[in-house]
């Protein structure tokens, strides 16, 4: 284990990681682009974390795309080697990713992993840099679901830098204009079930995320000027499974603010700068993945296998508020994976098997379930006036909010796809199985 802070001016790119030819080719570009790549701040549009600006998937980009292909609609295309499920971020005209790369043949779980961090220029897809953070030796030490990887959380961009997350291998903060690393940490030590997943939480200098392992699950934060650990919250819910992937969302009641984290049988709210719990509910679910939403005083959350169901909780509570503060709950049509879109009054939903639901956010009345997509793991995105939808292969479904299912289109790629949207000014950026597509209208 190794806990350490650099001080580089340069991309930690290590000598053994650029003698093998699926890296060769990424040190080749940044070496040629790293006197003219762009330098990233922020922006109105930007997308800075998985599920946008508002952490929720909304976005406020207009003239999105509606039709696509492999051919159409099809600013540009981006290969990408290894295997990793992380979504995009983008900061201006650059967009940032995590990725995993096996040493000798990326589909081999007893290869060498190198786990890294990269940065595209969002006007070409061109390779600008991209860092190795960490070297994993047969990261399948504790195994990993078919629909994971071993870079599933996606990254977050905050006041010049970027943080990745790689759930138990390390996290890591760089240099968003080179990727020259500041911190990396390593010692946040667990035993995952199914690898990793969620994405961590900024809040007030503080890097928050998960732990929800085999055994006793907690939540931790980082400093994030130096990666040290601040502070840690040991999960209390009697769970026979205590696994689960979900990311925290940070809101605000009574002019202070709550970090929501699900986690097996308890949904926890903490005070995010020390880490104690403010209320918490119990229920029955474990493997949670989708994050919560809030809106109408209330939190919104799923509670994963084996019977899901959708829980509506109100945020003002202190203590356990099992008994009561949830205002209603939907038992069927509920998420595993995809998390929720929160869009006026209405609660819209994806299934595991691509049923979409829609229903009163203030009541939980179900305006309508209808089978949209085919299997699906990606959350769902607001943009437009339209709601964005991605299935596991690659099909994109785009859909009119409202109390009646109102198909626009179905759009298909024709390439697997587990990773969740990311908008750049008019155009959606959909991470694939083998590249990054930049779909726009011109």
Same mark, same amino acid.
């Given at each position: ?18 003698? #093998? ?21 922020? #922006?109105?549009?930007?997308? +800075? ?60 779980? #007893? ?27 047969? +990261? ?14 996606? +990254? ?133 993945? +989708? ?54 009054? !209405? ?46 292969? !690659? ?48």
């Amino acid at each position: 284990m190794s806990f350490s802070v650099e001080s580089r001016s340069l991309p930690l790119i290590t000598t053994r990681a650029i003698s #093998h030819p699926a890296v060769m080719k990424s040190f080749l570009a940044f070496a040629l682009a790293a006197s003219c790549f762009p330098v990233a701040s922020m #922006h109105a549009e930007d997308w +800075p974390e998985f599920r946008g600006p508002d952490k929720q998937g909304h976005s406020t980009a207009t003239g999105l795309p509606t039709e696509w292909s492999e051919r159409k609609n099809v600013a540009w295309k981006a290969e990408l080697p290894g295997r990793a499920w992380s979504s995009p971020v983008v900061i201006g005209d650059v967009i940032y990713m995590t990725n995993a790369v096996g040493k000798k043949d990326s589909t081999d779980p #007893h290869d060498t992993y190198s786990l890294r961090v990269l940065a595209l220029n969002a006007t070409d897809g061109k390779l600008l840099w991209d860092t190795e953070l960490f070297n994993v030796d047969s +990261p399948h030490t504790f195994g990993v679901h078919g629909k994971n990887s071993y870079a599933s959380p996606t +990254p977050i961009y905050e006041g010049g830098r970027i943080y990745a997350h790689f759930g138990h291998f390390g996290t890591a903060c760089v240099n968003a204009a080179d990727g020259a690393v500041l911190w990396k940490n390593d010692t946040i030590k667990y035993s995952p079930v199914h690898g990793n997943g969620g994405c961590p939480v900024l809040v007030d200098g503080l890097l928050v995320f998960s732990c929800d392992a085999a055994q006793n699950p907690f939540i931790v934060a980082l400093d994030a000027a130096s990666g040290s650990e601040r502070w840690r919250f040991q999960r209390k819910a009697d769970a026979k499974k205590t696994f689960s992937f979900s990311t925290p969302l940070v809101i605000e009641v009574g002019g202070a603010k709550q970090l929501i984290s699900p986690g097996s049988n308890v949904l926890s709210a903490l005070d995010p700068q020390t880490g104690k719990e403010i209320w918490h509910i119990n229920y029955e679910g474990y493997s949670v993945i +989708p994050r919560p939403v809030y809106g109408n005083g209330m939190i919104y959350f799923s509670t994963g296998y084996d019977r899901p169901s959708v829980i509506a909780v109100r945020a003002d509570g202190k203590g356990d508020v099992t008994k009561t503060h949830i205002a209603w709950t939907i038992d069927r049509g509920a998420p595993h994976t995809p998390s929720m879109l929160l869009i006026d009054d !209405g609660l819209y939903m994806v299934a595991d098997n691509g049923m979409v639901t829609c229903a009163d956010a203030k009541t939980g009345k179900i305006h309508y379930q209808e089978r949209v997509a085919r299997q699906t793991s990606a959350s769902p995105i607001y943009a437009d006036g339209k709601i964005y939808i991605q299935d596991e292969l !690659g099909s994109g479904y785009v859909l009119k909010p409202g109390r009646r299912l109102d198909l626009i289109s179905k759009n298909e790629l024709g390439d697997k796809s587990l990773a969740s949207y990311a908008v750049w000014k008019n155009k959606l950026l959909i991470r694939t199985q083998s590249a990054l597509w930049c779909i726009g209208q011109g």
